[in-house]
């Protein structure tokens, strides 16, 4: 099942949380990238996994870093893939 591309946007609510998004120094697109849907932007290479049953699983969404102190390595995103027969979920992290 393919999921049309639905964009999101963080919407921090407290000041800790306002303080925790964002990069001194890291341009667009870095930590804009949260999306469910679409096809995932691979930083490295494609990378989908199979489910316990074999099936290759589908894309569901991608976390990306959130700012300065909360970096996936060096600006790197999560994508999570779910199985639509079984309902299991793998995720996938790459950095640049
Ligand atoms: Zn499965």
């Known amino acids: 099942m393919r ?15 306002r303080a925790s998004v964002g990069f001194k ?6 930590g804009k990238r949260h999306r469910i849907g679409g096809e995932p932007d691979w930083i490295q290479y494609e990378e989908v996994p199979h489910c316990s049953c074999g099936n290759q699983m589908s894309f569901y969404a991608q976390l990306d ?6 970096c996936l390595g060096d ?3 999560i994508y999570v893939f779910v199985c ?13």
């Not at 120094?25 to 870095?30: C, F, R, S, Y």
């Open 3 to 17: 999921i049309p591309p639905v964009p999101l946007v963080p919407t921090p609510e407290t000041p800790e949380a």
């Open 25 to 30: 120094w890291a341009g667009d697109p870095i």
């Open 65 to 70: 870093s959130l700012g300065d102190d909360v």
């Open 75 to 77: 600006c790197g995103m």
């Open 84 to 96: 639509w027969d079984c309902f299991e979920t793998k995720s996938v992290l790459q950095s640049s």
